[in-house]
């Protein structure tokens, strides 16, 4: 029972270099999101996604982009990376219309350094 | 400007005491709450959660209190065990059918045995 899995789990960039994180979800849910964690900041919301082929930004979305090709993968993209962007990142998702508990189920975190 | 605020860091309680997490929200629109623990090294897993129409919801060893008219929300441990220790994030919904989630900063509960 896989749930949500991200890779990579850790990854060492240069500024200016892109990558691609990836989320892969096995319980049919409609909803996705990416959050960044930064110390004594807490989850900020980078961009979410209501269903396949839909996306939206969240609270943080400068500097990266993201995809919904296939209902249980969601791709976040950094075009060109900074060192502002390092962080701990997290992919989440959660059926609709279960908005009732408002439950998300997270993957483990990337962990991602910028030098 | 922060939509829900955790203004403990951290919080230190010896095993078999009460834990009281607190968070404070400023949109009374938010239409529930919910309480995640996070390990080191792991994703968030959800607690708890109450929606805004109550003012109480057990589970367990866990409580969570809302006084609507103060927007705040404390989540109660008791017993606290040294396996409880993590950093507990609370959450509000926002209103409307997506309901994205506003997580606080975070306080780090450490249960000394």
């Known amino acids: ?115 | 400007d922060q939509q829900v605020k955790q203004n403990s860091p951290s919080l230190s309680v010896q095993e078999g005491r009460i834990s009281i997490l607190n968070c404070d929200y400023t949109n009374s629109m938010f239409d529930y709450f919910l309480w995640y623990k996070k390990y080191p090294a792991e994703g968030p897993t959800f607690l708890i959660s109450i929606s805004s129409i109550k003012d109480k919801n057990e589970d367990g060893r866990f409580t969570v209190f809302l006084n609507k008219s103060a927007k705040h929300l404390s989540l109660h441990i008791v017993p606290s065990q040294p396996g409880d220790s993590a950093v507990y994030f609370c959450a509000a919904s926002e209103p409307g059918s997506q309901g994205n989630l506003i997580f606080g900063k975070g306080t780090k509960l450490s249960v000394k045995p």
């Not at chain 1, 896989?2 to 789990?9: I, M, R, S, Y």
């Not at chain 1, 390092?86 to 483990?108: D, H, I, M, Q, W």
Request: glycine share 12%; charged share 20%.
């Open chain 1, 1 to 115: 029972n896989a749930g949500v899995t991200q890779t990579p789990k850790f990854r060492v960039l240069k500024t200016g270099q892109s990558m691609t994180l990836l989320c892969a979800q096995d319980m049919n849910h409609e909803y996705m999101y990416w959050y960044r964690q930064d110390p004594g900041m807490g989850l900020r919301l980078i961009h979410y996604s209501v269903g396949e082929g839909t996306t939206a930004k969240g609270e943080v979305p400068d500097g990266y982009n993201v995809s919904r090709l296939k209902k249980q993968n969601f791709l976040l993209g950094l075009e060109s990376a900074a060192p502002s962007q390092t962080s701990v990142y997290f992919c989440a998702s959660r059926s609709f219309p279960n908005k009732g508990t408002g439950e998300l189920f997270f993957g483990e975190g990337s962990r991602l350094t910028v030098l």
